[in-house]
């Protein structure tokens, strides 16, 4: 291909021509915006994001679609592009209904993944949820005890019955941390940088936690005696533990961070010095000073105020209430003075609100409690004049109050009521009607004209250089979350000012559905929330201990199940979502009216939402241009257009074979892969590349998990950038909780746990004592064909030990191929099919094997021609030149007389390359030859190279070797794109024979009924599940010891059971079928903690075998060297592997030419009943 020269941002780019400017632009790491794009696919153009601007060129061009020429100089992000993309982003948001985040979270002042961690909560993952829930802050066990939670309030949960206890949840992990060590983020390497924190509590904790996770030096000076602000000196002990906030400031100290307590600011540091000497400093001074009553005599002995009154007694300092105690304020600091007033033996405790009930700040839980704790409650009332008797508090006169309109909160406000007043006896009045900020005395530092300290929104930074600001000393007295906040988003920006450029705060644009009402929810199971567990009043009110209880394991799981989830579960992987925020978006400009037209799903494995479709037709096109299905289509037009399924049916009744690709390829929520867990929840994952093991297409994915659990499976490009319903939905039973993590030992008749150890040792007893009772082979070893080659070749290894030759598969058949050719393997490589002209699809090809299917129709689009062999209709059919039904392998044989006739037999090569020539034509001498297999030959001779797929779970031996025959006539094997790649129906049927593991089901079954095998080692294989029928031949045995991931049929009848792991939680390697040796990366620890290959050496080694992964390794490395296979593309160019290095010619009598075949490993067997059972095509 030609270069040109091309220009792009000002860099000289030499280019193929023929490329598009999108194309070149990526070789050349340089991002060009798409939502309609995928290489796979021609250019479609539908989302206008991709626009350029080409110098000379009136109009911006589509990147995606122009094709670079000599000498063009390209912008792709000027102001007009931008302003471009802009336009076309906003107007896909016009028509783009959902939520990017549930409301919980944009109502959780530090955006708290709620959603996220209930999520983990619901699918059991505890640890994970405390890590999630530690990315925004570092309290869990402290905040989800004493949050007000806004995140309740915004929960759609309350549109159905009840919120989700989210406070509750985050306390339950935050407990469960607090059991060990505890979780303590990743921190990245040290800066040298320092910065000064002045304030222990929530906002400058949660700013240290922070800075410390970046790598920087954090000193925090605290005032108190101890840190913690807030939560330590202003909530008292019944509702916050103060162990339970040592603990978790414990944690933040072992992150690197020193506190030096019994430091105030003003008095014993100042901030001169904390200038000089460090990087940056964070001021969390908090807001510690009561507001006072604003009324005469509110300086009297007696009056105190709420925040002082609860510090003095969580510093256990002397307190003298007297009898009668008033509490002035409506909020929960007043509640929580007026109940510790209650602890501390008053014995009229009464709060006065110069509003009514319902217009009260504090949490209703919070009131409802202390009126059951005997505290007394004065609605519309205000305090006109403290009444004193020798300077101390004899009463206190209110004014009454009635409501007016409302106010700047929304409140109605309160007007007084002349001549109205009351007033109320009082030993002590204690004001709880707000807090102030003293930082006045800071020399430098601007203030507010409320006397808070003023900073720059966004940044957090005040009126001097190097100095930040945050919590209740810029915002005024706030809850704790929004404090925590605040110092979340102050470490941010002060992480960024280290780093030499100050980035300001910016919340995100988020798309929300603002108009849903209960109606919308109408379809939802009513499910009651678990009740909060509180101590009767009685036994909380003369005691500080804690008076509610943390949730239990199955009461927290049931609670997180219960959430609705709101938020997009494409969140972290939507394009949409990244170039809105990219672009700074104006949605309001062209908003309008917005489609409602989902409908709950029941496909199993896919989730699509048209209301968040952006009609990129990405789904429509890779199902048509790549799977080859057409599932999917464009219904009507303009405004009204809509992705359905074909027909508008189900998705699940239509022609779809669950591959995954729409979910894959789409750009935003609208189709998405449902995840394998009990709970769907979006998360960040993180992704490990890996190989499937379900077919021997052995086809690369990238497997993505959270913790112990598997979220997603997605494809890589090198399998067409696809996977089959297998790869991409299969990986579910890794998850599943039926799996055995233990081993069992039948005694008495009934299986019972027992250890490892207890478990091999006894496996190998049976297994001598058969050894020594019946010698040779009278032990077999049957092995799933998903195992890894060395867990197939240390299986040999054992087998040798066990002195029996007796080692195969339920899943085997008698092969063909190495009688004929020497070995029992595929000739050519995948790749191979691109380039040869004819190819030969024989068997449910795609059917069983969608990415071949795939690589099929892109070889015929390539330029190959496609013929396909069959007893039925195939999807392979409509692109291939010519179709051939049959049943019996008589048409092959017809075929091979056709090519003897139309004299296509170079018969003397052939004689010099096989034998068995003469008794070949003398078996066809009689055939009569059909136009069918005339046109066949035809077709087959003409071509210069041909391939044949054979589908080796459809295709019957005997077909195999007729097929092998023609090739060989036509001289067609041993060469470059010509010879027969056989697709096995398990990961490693290629490698378990390579590795020896080669006697078929029929020899096997052979042997027990004669009664030479007495004992059988079945490793993830279930005979009885795949063949009723083998039940009583499975009776014959003496002894059984079964090796799997569930507790199979066949499990059930063992004397011995042995817990495997999945291919995910294996590493080794495996052989796909074309003969190319993969590796298989650890995805999971294996979950019973033990690997299958451990497992297995752990056994060998009691037999007094001492292998190791390597040494395994390298001895599969020489077997196969010794056969000439190791790294072999093409076999066979320089002769055959039979002893006389020739071909067997296959002469046979008439047979069927395919076959019906069970599936008898234990996964995929499971997975295809499941797929049967739901009735879906794969």
Known sequence: MRLVRVNIDNKEIFAEEGKTILEVAHENNIEIPHLCYDKRLKPYGACGLCVVEIEGSPKLARACSTYVTDKMVIKTDSPRVRNARKMALELLLSEHRGDCRPPCVLACPAHTDCQGYVGLIANGQFREAVALIKEQLPFPASIGRVCPHPCEEACRRNMVDQPIAIAELKRFVGDIDLLDDGYIPPIKPKTGKKVAIVGGGPAGLTCAFFLAKEGHDIVVYEAMPKAGGMLRYGIPEYRLPKGILDKEIELIEKMGVQIKTNMRLGVDISLEYLRKNYDAVFLAVGAWKSSTLGCPGDSAEGVIGGIEFLR????????????????????????????????????????????????????????????????KFQFLVAPIEVITDGGRVRALKCQRMRLGDMDESGRRRPVPIEGAEVIFEADTIISAIGQKVRVEDVEGLELTRHGTIKVDEGTYQTSLEGVFAGGDAVTGPKIAIEAIAQGKNAARVIDSYLRGKLEPIKEPYYVKQEDLTPEDFKDRERKPRVPLKVANAEERKNNFREITSTMTEKEAIAEASRCL?????????????KYVNQYDVDPQRLSGYKHKRYEPQKHPFIERNPD??????????????????????????????????????????????SCGQCADICPTGACIGKQPVAKQVPVNTVATKTVCTFCGMGCEMLVETKGNLIFDVSPVQSNEGMLCAFGRFGIKYVNDKDRILAPLIKVNGELSKTTFDQALIETAKKLQAIRASYGKDSIAIIASQRLTNEEALLLTKLAQKLDTTVIGSFDLRESVLDRIFGLNASTNSFDEIYSTDLIVAVGKVAENHAVMGAKLKKAVELGAKLVTINNGETRADERAIATYK????????????????????????????????????????NVEVTDEASEFAKIIAGAKTAMVIVDEESVSDTTIGQLANILTLTQKIGRPRCGIIKVTGLGNTQGAWDMGIRMSKEGIVKLINEGKVKAAFIVSEDPQAADKNLGEVLDKLECLI???????????????????????????????????????????????????????????????????????NREMVELLQNENKYNQQILYTEGFATPDKTVHLFVSKDAPAFVEKAVFDTVKNRFEKYLQDKHLKY
């Open 312 to 375: 003095k007694v969580s510093m256990n300092q002397p307190v003298n209430l007297g009898q009668r105690v008033l509490v002035v304020g409506g909020g929960n600091t007043a509640m929580d003075a007026a109940r510790t007033a209650i602890r501390l033996g008053a014995k009229e405790v009464t709060v006065l609100y110069r509003r009514t009930r319902e217009e009260m700040p504090a949490e209703d839980i919070e009131v409802n409690e202390a009126e059951e704790e005997g505290v």
């Open 565 to 577: 989830e709101c938020g997009c579960m494409d969140y972290f992987e939507c394009q949409l979502y």
């Open 612 to 657: 968040k479709c952006i009609l990129c037709g990405l789904c429509i096109r890779v199902c048509e241009e790549v799977v080859g299905v057409c599932a999917l289509g464009f219904v009507n037009r303009g405004f009204e257009t809509i992705v359905k399924p074909e027909f508008g049916l189900p998705l699940e009744e239509t022609s779809c074979i």
């Open 886 to 925: 049959i049943d019996n392998t008589a048409f092959f044989k017809a075929t091979i007389k056709a090519l003897f006739e139309m004299k296509a037999v170079d018969e003397d090569y052939v004689s010099k390359i096989a034998v068995n020539l003469d008794e070949l034509k003398d078996d066809v001498k």
């Open 1042 to 1112: 079964v090796a799997d991931v569930f507790l199979t049929e066949t499990g059930k009848r063992a004397d011995v059971v042995l817990p495997l792991v999945s291919h995910v939680e294996s590493t080794g390697t495996v052989t796909r079928a074309d003969g190319k040796i993969q590796n298989l990366n650890l995805v999971l620890k294996p979950k019973n903690g033990l690997s299958n290959l451990d497992l297995l050496l752990k056994l060998a080694e009691l037999f007094g075998l001492q292998y190791n992964l390597e040494k395994l």
